[in-house]
Nanobody, 124 residues
Framework: VQLQASGGGLVQAGGSLSISCAASGRAATSYSMGWFRQAPGKEREFVAFFSYRSRSTYYANSVKGRFTISRDNAKTTVYLHMNSLKPEDTAVYYC??????????????????WGQGTQVTVSS
């Protein structure tokens, strides 16, 4: 499975931005998808998860109510819609694919494939 993230950029605090991740390759549609982010000097942290089986979604507390993860009907692209952005949301955002539909989705170890990352910068 190959993942290609795109759509990052610079946005003012309070603004909105959507990023996407295109999946390709064998059985790409049978993977759950997650978004993680990593700010300079910090560890990679979980942001959101989309289960391929139940279509359930889960979010980190820090983004709940502001971010929405979704997947297109063809199951080849996953989106992260980000609203009410804050400077602390500034990070490189990574998409990841997991063969599991549940479990410890906040752990990077659950994911087999990773995209290259896209930079999101929120100015104050």
């Amino acid at each position: 499975v190959q993942l290609q993230a795109s759509g990052g950029g610079l946005v003012q605090a309070g603004g909105s931005l959507s990023i996407s991740c295109a999946a390709s390759g064998r059985a790409a549609t049978s993977y759950s998808m997650g978004w993680f982010r990593q700010a300079p000097g910090k560890e990679r942290e979980f942001v959101a998860f989309f289960s391929y089986r139940s279509r359930s979604t889960y979010y980190a507390n820090s983004v709940k109510g502001r971010f929405t993860i979704s997947r297109d009907n063809a199951k080849t692209t996953v989106y992260l819609h980000m609203n009410s952005l804050k400077p602390e949301d500034t990070a490189v955002y990574y998409c990841a694919a997991s063969p599991y539909y549940g479990g410890d989705y906040v752990s990077p170890r659950l994911y087999d494939y990773w995209g290259q990352g896209t930079q999101v910068t929120v100015s104050s």
